[in-house]
């Protein structure tokens, strides 16, 4: 045994990875399930996935009023009585709101989630949203937007994308304490009729349970009204801002700023996608970045630094993203850009490429773990319009990409004049 | 609830109770695991898991901010920090083990220290090779040191210094323990100390805690027990025992008089901070109070939720919950209030609801609500293999790896009289802390 050596390892890269297919069918009303049965333990994930995003809304902050509404009240039963139904059971019915997609989700241990369907059922065909429900949910998502306002992060967060995407983009768009205060009832009931009661909906199921479990959705799901006809998803154009570099105060007393640098960047239809995900893992994707190894590790100028591409359906952006030290902030975009300046001039060594590699593949097959996580890769190739081939394309390129094609596209992407700067102190 | 990583998954189903009301039965189930103790001390535990291709290696030490000097508080996780700066043999920890496809974490708390990674089974080697030698001995870089000791700092400071209320537990810690060293927290209880540490400090604390035998190895995944046995002889066998360290902390002596702080800072909202002392988590009344807290706060149906965000309107948010930590923690009630609301008058409404519980108990069905929800948290909470790892190491740390497998039937037994019985006792004026954290403008 020598302490010095490793031991003898096999390349990830040279693992064969799959991705356990779905079962697909359709309920009476024409709803697509997207079904994965597999996990020891005996629970089930439902996710309701309906085309309700702020993408739709006409005025800001209704979709999410109104998905989050969703379980605070119908014909027969109050908000209590709603959440006393699932949580006796021990079952988790959640929701979120995206910005085409919006979710209602359960969660359950198999053997009760007979009990719980219905009430997901009236949540999606008789939700009545009174008034003082909304009220209560202005009062309180106002509270928790003024907290958040004091944090340079969320600040920061929110102002990046309304400079890569612009304010009236659904993807740049951000809520004043103004918005919330303006939405109205009427509007969450209208967009329920719209795009919930008469809207489009998939659903994915995954875990573990009998093999006719589609009965029982379509016995509590078949009959609804929707995907009658499809919803129409609007265009909007992208407007970046004009000016590229910006320093706000937020806090007098700040200690750090939160920086964020991003670039307008094309879906994963893109060809270069796939091979700029392995470009961006190297850059700023995990903890053996050049970002991280460079500016925490070397330098000490953060906790942490990544670098990531949005995870949108329509248009993207490659964003950077650190709290750093106020005195060493403009360092740190100072070394953020020297970072892209090298993967530009110097080609990138074997055995970091190797290692980059091996890392992302041994991600995946770490990620493909229980049945949640599986359906998680697929929802996503399937609200984005893609097939298997993304998946099985993705690890090709992982493999295969080579280091030349790495630095062509840091020529093309990694050009400091293409992204925005922000920091928020 | 607090769950420490209560684990479940791939592990058969048995009948265990059946409920005389509702005639339900809960799950239970057994995860397998084999334990054996290396000469130098070291306990290993393994479990094998043969549905999935990657394994899972765990190192816990039995050091947590606790164990800190009050003058040199934070040390702890500096040193979690600076386990990565470079072993005796091995220049970088994480280097080799992306190379091997793996990934990798840590994390202290005021209890322990924990370390874990992941990689494809087929490379585990790998991971004994790397976790081996950091126990052995570390490369006390001063660089990593320098370096390590800024990064923490930015650490606190995004976490605990430039967020609204980031100080929060700073303060509360510091009424609600006058004695025991859960007064600070895991992070430090200032900048000073972490800016302060030496390389001399680093050794003594690698050599005083970093050994075999206060240490707990957990191996889990598409690994075989016989190789994982011949793997740890290999390569941990060698590692001399060190000394056991023996905890002596300082006993918090019961507070039998309220404790209130009033703090004026630049925030938002006024918010609202009660603290009471309860159990140790191997206390069996641990399991009721436990319960307690997801009586009054464990979702939309829950007392305090109901009766004050949503009829009375008195606040924003608001929780309870504990941190589930080894010696006496706390049960705490925090929530953020309404503008306009007084803090007196929200406080009030906060004690009248805990009198309610008291003087009238809970109903059959409130108890079975909150055991099935115990039930089915436990089924969630550890779809993963890297958390089964975890918890196998957190419950042998406990003193017991077996505990995983009789957790929830002591959920199960609790009942409405001993609930009624751990809400007199924990929710007593005199054993609470408040504090009012209002804000300046």
Not at chain 1, 318 to 347: F, H, N, P, Q
Not at chain 2, 189 to 197: F, G, P, R, W, Y
Not at chain 2, 386 to 405: Q, T
Request: glycine share 6%; proline share 3%.
């Amino acid at each position: 045994m020598n302490r010095k050596h490793s031991p003898k390892i096999k390349d990830a890269v040279d693992y064969s990875l799959a991705l356990k297919p779905y079962e697909h069918y359709k309920l009476d009303n024409g709803i697509d399930v997207y079904s994965v049965n597999a996990g020891a333990q005996e629970v089930i994930q439902i996710e309701m996935v309906f085309y309700a995003g702020n993408s739709y809304e006409k005025k800001k902050g209704v979709a999410a009023a109104t998905n989050f509404l969703l379980k605070n009240g119908t014909k027969t039963r109050t908000a209590l009585q709603i959440n006393e139904a699932f949580e006796y059971y021990g079952g988790y019915c959640n929701r979120a709101c995206y910005n085409e997609t919006s979710v209602v989700s359960l969660h359950s241990l198999t053997k009760h989630v007979e009990k719980l369907l219905p009430i997901v059922q009236d949540m999606l065909v008789d939700s009545v949203f009174p008034e003082e429900e909304l009220s209560i949910y202005k009062q309180n998502s106002l509270q928790r937007l003024k907290v958040n306002l004091q944090k340079a992060e969320f600040v920061a967060t929110r102002l990046i994308d309304s400079y890569i995407y612009g304010e009236h983009h659904p993807y740049g768009v951000y809520t004043n304490p103004g918005d919330i205060e303006l939405i109205n009832i009427e509007e969450c009931r209208k967009f329920y009729e719209d795009y919930y009661l008469n809207g489009n909906c998939i659903i994915f199921v995954s875990g573990n349970f009998s093999a006719d479990f589609g009965k029982q959705l379509n016995q509590y799901f078949g009959q609804l009204n929707t995907n009658r006809k499809k919803v129409v998803t609007p265009t909007f154009n992208v407007k970046p801002s004009e000016e590229r570099k910006f320093r706000i105060q937020n806090d007098p007393n700040a200690v750090q700023g939160a920086i964020r640098i991003a670039m307008p960047f094309p879906n994963r239809h893109h060809p270069d996608f796939k091979k700029v995900m392995v470009l961006n893992t190297l850059y700023g994707g995990f903890f053996g970045s050049r970002l991280m190894s460079n500016i925490r590790e070397e330098k000490g100028y953060t906790y942490g630094i990544y670098s990531y591409i949005q995870n949108h359906i329509g248009e993207s952006a490659w964003m950077i993203s650190t709290e750093a030290g106020k005195d060493v902030s403009e360092a740190t975009i100072e070394e953020i850009y020297i970072e892209m300046k090298k993967l530009r001039e110097e080609k990138i060594e074997d055995d970091e490429l190797l290692l980059v590699r091996n890392y992302m593949i041994g991600g995946i097959l770490g990620e493909l773990d229980g049945p949640f996580q599986i359906m998680a890769k697929w929802k996503n190739i399937i609200l984005n319009e893609m097939d298997e081939s993304y998946f099985y394309d993705s690890i090709n390129e992982i493999k295969s990409v080579t280091a030349d094609q790495l630095m062509e596209l840091s020529n093309k992407y990694l050009q400091p004049e293409n992204f925005r700067e922000l920091v928020v102190y | 609830m607090f769950l420490t990583n209560l684990l479940f998954k791939h592990l058969e189903f048995i009948e265990l109770l059946k409920h005389n009301k509702t005639k339900q039965t809960y799950l239970c189930r057994m995860i397998h695991f084999e334990k054996f103790t290396l000469e130098n001390g070291l306990r290993v535990l393994v479990h094998e898991d043969k549905s999935t291709p990657m394994a899972v290696l765990n190192v816990l030490y039995d050091v947590g901010a606790r164990d800190e000097n009050p003058e040199k508080t934070g040390f702890a996780h500096l040193f979690e920090h600076l386990m990565f700066g470079g072993s005796i043999n091995i220049p970088s920890y994480d280097e080799p083990l992306q190379v091997a496809g793996g990934e990798n974490n840590a994390f202290t708390t005021n209890d322990l220290t924990n370390y874990y990674c992941q990689l494809p089974a087929e490379n585990i080697e790998t991971a004994f090779w790397l976790e081996s030698d950091r126990m052995l001995s570390l490369a006390f870089s001063k660089k990593s040191l320098e370096v390590q000791r800024k990064v923490v700092c930015e650490e606190f400071k995004e976490h605990y210094i430039n967020k609204p209320y980031g100080d929060v537990w700073h303060k509360m810690r510091q009424l609600t323990y006058t004695t025991h060293p859960y007064k600070w927290m895991t992070i430090g209880a200032s900048l000073k100390h972490v800016e302060d540490a030496t390389l001399e400090d680093v050794k003594a604390f690698f050599f005083k805690h970093y050994t075999p035998c206060n240490a707990i190895l957990v191996v889990a995944g598409n690994i075989d027990t016989a190789q994982i046995k011949l793997l740890a002889e290999k390569w941990f066998g060698p590692i001399p025992s060190g000394e056991k360290y023996q905890r002596d902390l300082p006993v918090e002596p019961k507070q039998i008089k309220p404790r209130h702080l009033e703090v004026k800072s630049n925030v938002p909202l006024d918010a609202l901070y009660k603290c009471w002392h309860m159990y140790p988590r191997m206390d069996n009344r641990y399991y009721a109070a436990d319960l307690i807290s997801d009586i009054l706060s464990g979702g939309g149906s829950s007392r305090l939720y109901q009766s004050l965000v949503k009829e009375k309107q008195l606040f924003s948010n608001l929780d309870c919950y504990h941190f589930g930590s080894t010696d006496a923690g706390l049960m705490t009630i925090e929530g953020k209030l309404v503008k306009g609301v007084d803090i007196k008058v929200a406080e009030q409404a906060v004690l009248e609801e805990l009198k309610k519980l008291q003087d009238e108990g809970i109903s059959p069905s409130e108890l079975e609500k909150v055991k099935n929800k115990a039930e089915s948290a436990m089924a969630f909470e550890d779809m993963s293999l890297m958390n089964r790892a975890s918890s196998i190491a957190m419950y042998e740390n406990l003193g017991d790896a077996d505990l995983i497998n009789t957790e929830l039937s002591k959920y199960q037994a609790v009942t409405a009289e001993e609930i009624a019985r751990e809400v007199r006792d924990i929710f007593d004026e005199n054993n609470c802390s408040t504090m009012y954290y209002l804000s300046d403008n």
